[in-house]
């Protein structure tokens, strides 16, 4: 990720500002309180069991993650000095199934002009004769994002770990009408039918958002194609953007192209789909509104500069992303720890080709352990029930299947709320009474509930169809003070739920991250939160039912997770 998303994103930590080309950064003087009733956020606790984080220090985007020789490859923005954002490098961390890692020495290290002032974001691609290749931003000595390459030393060496970078970068330069701080992130390249390969860099272009075109021969000597990408008035810089083809289920199934990017109006990613015009190397959009608020969202919530690749072992596209964290920058200090990567995702295309649908993995499910199993559960208006059996509600992996009774008391929808379902889900919170819904789950609970977290779903009436709100509240996640607790929500495109009456939801526990998927992968939402009672006492798991139609859960198996092995010293 360039630096200056990575400036705003920490708008609740720092107050940054430039000084003779250097960062400083002006740090809250915020810490929790400490006594011995109130543990300290550095309680070990918090650091997650089986999602990918380094031992200490700072770690943000993914980077150039990729399948090559029967090794997965994962390289990451991380700074190896300290907690807070600052002199980043390329990371790098191997593994065989993408859930135990191991941390390898950097690969790319701030040692020439061209990225002395930091190797950001960008991609890997396997060029003929089965080389891989790194391009990614650096900051040169003028301060200009501009885009370099990296070779792998030894191609021998199944783990690739040393790299090095020839003395003919940058290879593209900002030039022209581009400006030189926001142009940044090249993707995975891919060939034309001319046989030239290209990639796209994101940017901002006349105060537009942009994925600018390249073309090469020999993916050193790049040309600026005539025409962006794409680029949209909608919004600002595009920072990380994906290409890539998707496949739905089944043979014979729809195939569109997804163009991805991060938006630091937001800090959110989003993304389109439609068609790669091959003769004007132009991406051709099926909705080109001029609102972000109407793109498709990979997730609602704390996830930011995703990154795919497919995974030609499995045949698969996978992806990845970073999740920050939501205390505060003297938390990250004393905690010596900040930023972890959701759980790697497949992706693939719906089967309406209307969406992208996202689910954990498989290889996740080698954690499970101490299986409960429970079925045909009523949950009346005002329910709340423990699954007493589960043994540990903070690492856990949970998948409920509900079945709505009646629809009849579906509350209606206000067209207004599609725009913004995060606010209609701090308006309508769990606690507040509805028709069908809310109901779900209440997660790293507190004995006494005081703290929780709640997903849930919501349905409205709408004039032809239903539609199903998604919810993520972490308002009562903690006691604590002092930390961003929002509420994250959107709308799920679930199918025949008037036929089917019942709605899914598979959620990932791991301490200090939360990973819901809601209709079978249809809505995706990650939530950071630090309850007291994990350091205090015990948490616990309950579904429950605030509506005034009754909700059965027709099945509802846990597990406890073990612990993966993940860049251990």
Not at 308 to 325: G, M, P, T, V, Y
Not at 383 to 392: D, G, H, P, Q
Not at 450 to 459: I, K, L, P
Request: charged residues 20%; aromatic residues 12%.
């Amino acid at each position: 990720m360039a630096v200056a998303v990575s400036f705003f994103f920490l708008f609740l930590y720092f107050s940054l500002f430039f000084e003779n080309g250097e960062v400083e950064a002006n740090q809250r003087v915020f810490l929790c309180p400490q006594s011995p009733k109130v543990n300290s956020i550095v309680s070990k606790q918090y650091r997650t069991a089986y999602h990918f984080q380094p031992p200490k220090n700072w770690i943000n985007d993914p980077n150039g993650p990729m399948y090559y020789k029967g090794i997965y490859h994962l390289f990451y923005q991380y700074n190896p000095n300290g907690s807070l954002w600052g002199n980043i490098i390329w990371a790098h961390s191997v593994s065989t199934d993408l859930i135990n890692w191991i941390r390898l020495e950097p690969a790319l290290e701030r040692t020439t002009p061209s990225d002395n002032n930091g190797c950001w974001s960008g991609s890997t691609t396997i060029l003929a004769r089965d080389r891989p290749v790194v391009l990614y931003t650096g900051i040169d000595s003028n301060n200009r994002e501009v885009q370099n390459i990296a070779y792998p030393v030894n191609l021998t060496d199944p783990y690739l770990r040393k790299w090095t970078k020839p003395t003919y970068n940058p290879l593209i330069q900002p030039v022209g009408d581009l400006n030189s701080t926001e142009f940044r992130d090249p993707t995975t390249g891919w060939v034309g039918k001319d046989g030239l390969w290209r990639i796209a860099v994101g940017a901002e272009l006349g105060g537009k958002g942009a994925a600018i075109l390249y073309k090469s021969i020999d993916f050193v000597h790049w040309i600026r194609a005539k025409d962006p990408l794409h680029s949209s008035s909608a919004s600002g810089v595009w920072e990380c953007p994906d290409f890539y083809l998707a496949v739905a289920d089944g043979d014979g199934g729809e195939t569109k192209y997804v163009l991805k990017m991060s938006l630091r109006e937001t800090l959110m990613d989003y993304y389109m789909l439609g068609k790669y015009d091959k003769e004007r190397d132009i991406f051709v959009p099926n909705n080109a509104a001029n609102d972000y608020r109407l793109w498709g969202r990979i997730d609602f919530g704390n996830f930011y500069a995703s990154k795919s690749f497919f995974d030609s072992q499995k045949h698969r596209r996978i992806l990845f992303a970073w999740s920050n964290e939501s205390d505060s920058a003297s938390d990250d200090v004393a905690k010596g720890w900040a930023g972890i990567h959701t759980i790697p995702r497949t992706v693939w295309l719906d089967s309406s080709g209307k969406q992208l649908l996202q689910w954990p993995i498989e290889e996740v499910e080698s954690l499970r352990t101490d299986e409960v199993h429970l079925q045909d559960i009523e949950l009346n208006t005002g329910a709340v029930s423990e699954v007493r059996e589960l043994k540990k509600a903070s690492q856990a992996d949970v998948e409920a299947e509900f079945e709505l009774h009646s629809l009849e008391r579906a509350e209606p929808l206000d067209p207004n709320w599609l725009l913004d379902p995060q606010k209609l889900c701090e308006e309508q919170s769990a606690s507040a009474p509805g028709g069908v819904g809310p109901f779900g789950l209440l997660l790293l609970a507190s004995d006494d509930l005081v703290e929780h977290t709640a997903v849930y779903f919501r349905v409205y009436r709408s004039q032809n169809n239903y539609m199903v709100l998604m919810c993520s509240d972490q308002r009562r996640s903690s006691l604590r003070p002092g930390l961003y607790k929002p509420t994250y929500g959107g709308f799920l495109d679930v199918v025949d739920l008037q036929k089917e009456r019942r709605i899914s939801l598979r959620t990932l526990i791991d301490h200090s991250v939360i990973e819901s998927f809601g209709g079978g992968g249809r809505g995706c939402i990650t939530a950071r939160v630090y309850p007291e009672a994990l350091c205090t006492g015990s948490t616990h798991l309950h579904a429950f039912n605030n509506g005034s139609t009754t909700v059965k859960i027709l099945t509802l198996k846990a597990w406890n997770m073990r612990k993966a092995k993940i860049n251990e010293n």
